[in-house]
């Protein structure tokens, strides 16, 4: 008997979401534009009865906005490629010219020289991890200095700057106001406020919350949260309707299994210390593996956070729970049975047992007749579970974090044309692009500027080069997110008042989706 499980899609959806919030906070203004012709209403289409005018159909249906002033003559100075000048039509000479000049954001670098500051007194994440970013910088010719976490970091004297802390990143890293000092090849590891909006667990019950108040069906891919003291009446009020649930409890500041219990009623919460605790619904029926508890340690890229694109990493960590479950102890049972940090299992078994990596997860379901599809913070780039101990090769840590760092360097640095790709797509869903002789009436539905066209050539770019990362964002069916989108649009628009970046960004959705439906 074959079983379907829908886990693996709440864990994309989960993922999606996240990165979502990311994007809605507005922290990085890295916006493009798209733009329409001033013709209204468009003219009659001449693309055939096939599997294109579908995707033609998804692009917007709004009224024209104003122009960019953008010269498309201005864009020659930019690349000295004198291939460009002998290409067939207009078309793919300005759409090479531009992708010429937009492949210096992936090979320009101002200098050779990784930046590694520890963010912490005593080197512990340097010690971690930088035995990992070294090597794998240094495949890219890349040298990686470490500096002091208290230094100014001058952006003239590297191309990338790795801030490794998750405590005090907004103070000693790189602050909003340098932000405007970032070059087309410089790379930062980390965006200013990212703690207070989605990796403090209280701070990411709040921005779950707030972000999916309305949505309808959000509830298919989270579970209610409650942050206490704050909300100690609310939770109150859920704990009498349901006297028979157990609630799971973690302190909001703490990590790696500290302090996390589960409970029935408020009067067994000793909120005595002072600490904020984030509350959940215990699942108290969980899926298990081999009759254990399981968990994800997903890996997430962001390339760009306005627009939005994201990938996440087709291997993971499956991390286990040390001991079995039981479906009948009260309040979870033991720690080894309820909690899945390799930090608590390690304290009863070694870490081989704890961890698989996903490919040896879904040979497991294969064998069992179920059937999951694959699916893949400051990630941990440790390699083994002791500080200072050479990495083991064939260990499920090793594999899939030296696999995580090569592909993700490609991504980032790697160049490849796309240009007749996207001159093909252009013709097909009938996109100009202007304001001038390039953006017609009577030939195009839409027109887009160059600097939606450069944001196009990234995505298309970096989705050609995304090797073991699958994309999830923008996506072949992009639609499926539009509502959500759309809700944490207004969302922000209610919050912001930035109506007019939320409905470029809207239409840019849209065409991106038609293009990837494309298929060529």
């Known amino acids: 008997m074959r079983y379907t499980i829908k886990w693996m899609e709440i864990v994309k959806r989960i993922l999606f979401l996240i990165s979502l919030l990311l994007a809605a906070s507005n ?38 906005t104003s122009h960019d002033d953008t010269k498309l003559e201005a864009f020659q100075k930019y690349t000295k490629d004198s291939s460009c000048q002998y290409k067939d039509s207009p078309l793919e000479k300005l ?40 090597l794998a910088y240094s495949n890219i010719s890349f040298e990686l200095t470490e500096t002091s976490f208290k230094s100014t970091t001058r952006l003239s004297e590297a191309s990338v700057l790795l801030c490794l802390g998750i405590i005090a990143q907004d103070k000693y890293c790189l602050k909003p106001s340098s932000y405007k000092l970032l070059t087309q090849g410089h790379r930062i590891s980390q965006v200013h406020g990212m703690r207070d909006i989605l990796w403090r667990k209280d701070a990411f019950c709040y921005t779950l919350r707030e972000s999916l108040h309305g949505y309808r069906g959000w509830n298919n891919f989270t579970f209610p949260c409650w942050v206490l003291p704050h909300d100690k009446g609310l939770l109150l009020e859920e704990m009498e309707k349901n006297d028979k649930k157990e609630y799971i409890v973690k302190p909001s500041f703490r990590g790696e299994g500290h302090g996390i219990y589960v409970v029935r009623s408020m009067t067994e919460i000793d909120l005595s210390s002072g600490e904020d605790y984030v509350v959940q619904p215990f699942l108290k029926k969980p899926f298990l593996v081999r009759g254990r508890k399981f968990d994800f340690r997903t890996y997430v890229l962001v390339t760009s956070i306005s627009p939005l694109r994201l990938y996440f990493y087709k291997e993971g960590l499956v991390r286990f729970a040390s001991t079995k479950y039981n479906h009948n102890a009260t309040k979870g049972g033991k720690e080894q049975q309820f909690l899945t940090n390799t930090s608590v299992g390690k304290k009863f078994t070694s870490l081989a047992n704890l961890t698989w990596t996903y490919d040896r997860l879904m040979k497991y379901f294969e064998k069992r007749g179920i059937n999951g599809d694959k699916v893949n ?133 849209h065409l991106l989706t038609a293009l990837d439906k494309l298929e060529i």
């Not at 670098?109 to 971690?128: E, F, I, M, N």
């Not at 490849?416 to 030939?443: D, H, M, R, Y």
């Not at 923008?474 to 008042?497: F, N, T």
Request: net charge positive.
């Open 27 to 64: 922290l990085l203004n890295f916006v493009i534009t798209i733009q329409q012709c001033t013709f209204w209403p468009p003219t009659s289409s001449n693309v055939p009865e096939n599997k294109f005018e579908k995707a033609a159909r998804l692009l917007p249906s709004t009224p024209p």
């Open 377 to 509: 913070g400051l990630p941990s780039m440790q390699l083994s579970h002791e500080m200072g101990v050479l990495p083991n090769p064939s260990s499920p840590y090793t594999i899939t974090k030296y696999g995580l760092l090569h592909h993700m360097l490609r991504i980032l640095y790697g160049n490849v044309s796309i240009a007749s790709t996207l001159v093909k797509g252009l013709e097909i869903l009938k996109i100009g692009i202007g304001p001038g002789p390039l953006c017609n009436e009577k030939i195009h539905l839409y027109c887009t500027d160059i600097k939606t066209l450069t944001g196009v050539i990234s995505s298309m770019r970096e989705r050609l080069l995304s090797g073991d990362f699958i994309r999830l964002y923008p996506a072949r069916d992009g639609e499926r997110y539009s509502r959500l989108i759309k809700h944490l649009h207004s969302l922000v628009d209610r919050k912001m008042k930035n109506s007019n970046n939320h409905r470029t960004l809207w239409q840019l959705h």
């Open 95 to 134: 759409v090479c010219q531009v992708e010429a000049s937009s492949s210096l954001f992936y090979t320009y670098k101002p200098h050779p020289l990784v930046l590694a500051k520890d963010l912490s007194l005593l080197r512990y994440y340097a010690q971690r991890d930088l035995h990992s970013w070294t």
